[in-house]
């Protein structure tokens, strides 16, 4: 009896709510909040959950958790990176946990690495918090951190890139100006000959505005835009799409990805040449979605 008491007994712990969706969404156990803080730009918070680790949340929205995080980085990073013949220069917009940084920079073609992030707090507290993120990416010496809007970077910046990657945030609030076809536009002219643009574009059964919000955006810039996807538990309703954008097809031999598999460093979560070629299959629903535009 005694047993069954205790399990009945609500646990100490409270509840986080996502509020991405006023009909729909998800809880987490909140089993102790490391840190909150209603930052410059929004309101932050870092929590341990017994089944996804340490959660990063902003403005009510899970960003990244440290179970499910590698899926996410890795087909952000590896999916351009390996594509690209000799990607040395990156640019990575928003990103300020670290996680993509951390993939960048496994792979040893790359010289420089620079992160714009307009939140100088999430950098702060995701190495003090999230340390397994950017796993010491931060400090090192082929990449360089600016606090800054993004939009307004790729604007006044001079310098040239291989691959931008931009880990922004939904396109709401600070996160909107990096889906316009102005910043699209901004980043094309930044981008060296077969240079490649990729983007979080939301979870498209659920987002499926974001799915021509950011194609359209993106046609006028790049000869072949479009989309692959994987599966990021904590980012509910089904699968994440990446956006892709760049003057190349994305279409690379699997040989040729299993041959450069060998310039990055470490081991795979998730990626594989099979997982990369596979992502750009799309379902019906999203090719009637970029068909209808
Ligand atoms: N992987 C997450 C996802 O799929 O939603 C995104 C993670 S990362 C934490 C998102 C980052 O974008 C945040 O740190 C946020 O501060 C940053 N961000 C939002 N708007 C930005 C802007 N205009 N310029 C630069 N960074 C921006």
Redesign the pocket.
């Known amino acids: 009896m005694f047993h069954l008491l205790l399990y009945a007994l609500p646990l100490a712990s409270s509840t986080y709510s996502e509020t991405l969706y006023p009909e729909w969404g998800q809880w987490l156990e909140n089993k102790e909040t490391i840190y909150e803080e209603k930052t410059e ?2 309101d932050l918070i870092i929590f341990e959950n017994p089944r996804f680790g340490r959660v ?1 949340s ?1 403005d009510g ?1 899970i ?2 958790t440290t179970a499910d995080e590698p899926i ?1 980085h890795e087909m952000m990073v590896h999916v351009p990176l390996l594509h690209h013949a000799n990607p040395t220069s990156i640019l990575i ?5 670290g ?1 993509i940084l951390r993939e960048v920079l496994r792979h040893q073609t790359v010289q420089k690495a620079i992160l ?4 100088g707090s ?1 950098i702060e507290r ?1 190495q003090l918090y999230l340390p397994s993120l950017s796993n010491g990416a931060f400090s090192d010496p082929r990449a360089s951190v600016v606090v ?4 307004k ?1 790729v604007k006044e910046t001079t310098e040239k890139f291989d691959v931008i990657i931009c ?4 396109p709401v ?3 909107k ?2 889906f316009t076809p102005e910043f699209y536009g901004d980043c094309k002219k930044l981008l060296k000959k077969d240079g490649i643009f990729v983007n ?1 574009n939301g979870v498209p059964f659920l987002q499926k505005d974001e799915l021509s919000l950011t194609l359209n955006n993106r046609q006028p810039h790049f000869k072949h835009v479009g989309f692959y996807v994987a599966p990021v538990p904590t ?1 509910v309703g089904g699968f ?1 799409a990446f956006g892709w954008a760049s003057d190349k097809s994305y279409r690379t031999p699997k040989k040729v990805l299993q041959e450069r598999m060998a310039r990055v460093k470490g081991k795979m979560v998730y990626y594989t040449p099979d997982i990369h070629l596979s992502a750009f299959a799309l379902p019906q629903f999203m090719l009637d979605e970029i068909e209808k535009r």
Not at 148 to 151: E, F, I, M, N, R
Not at 167 to 170: A, G, L, Y
């Open positions: 730009h929004q990063l902003l929205n960003q990244t996410y917009i928003g990103g300020g946990d996680g714009v992030e307009i939140d999430v995701s800054d809007d993004g939009a970077y880990d922004s945030t939904d609030g600070p996160g100006v990096l979080q980012y994440m």
